[in-house]
């Protein structure tokens, strides 16, 4: 399956996986700056979290770009 060249990765209450696009929550592990000044974010999905991870690994595989979208959940 060939993915589209952009993805929307946005936050609500659970995990959803498409074709296209993934919507999850997610915390912010790590944020860093890497020595040649790019920088770098880890995300931690949680334990249900392998549909997002699987979709991400696809990206990655095929060179995608992804177009992101993040928004503070409420405490």
């Given at each position: 399956?060939?993915?589209?060249?952009?993805?929307?990765?946005?936050?609500?209450?659970?995990?959803?996986?498409?074709?296209?696009?993934?919507?999850?929550?997610?915390?912010?592990?790590?944020?860093?700056?890497?020595?040649?000044?790019?920088?770098?974010?880890v995300l931690?999905?949680?334990?249900?979290?392998?549909?997002?991870?699987?979709?991400?690994?696809?990206?990655?595989?095929?060179?995608?770009?992804?177009?992101?979208?993040?928004?503070?959940?409420?405490s």
């Amino acid at each position: 399956m060939e993915l589209h060249p952009v993805y929307t990765i946005t936050h609500m209450e659970e995990e959803k996986v498409e074709e296209d696009k993934a919507t999850f929550y997610a915390e912010v592990d790590k944020v860093q700056t890497m020595a040649d000044g790019s920088i770098r974010v880890v995300l931690g999905l949680g334990e249900d979290g392998l549909k997002v991870m699987q979709f991400l690994a696809r990206c990655k595989q095929q060179g995608i770009i992804l177009d992101i979208v993040a928004t503070a959940r409420e405490s």
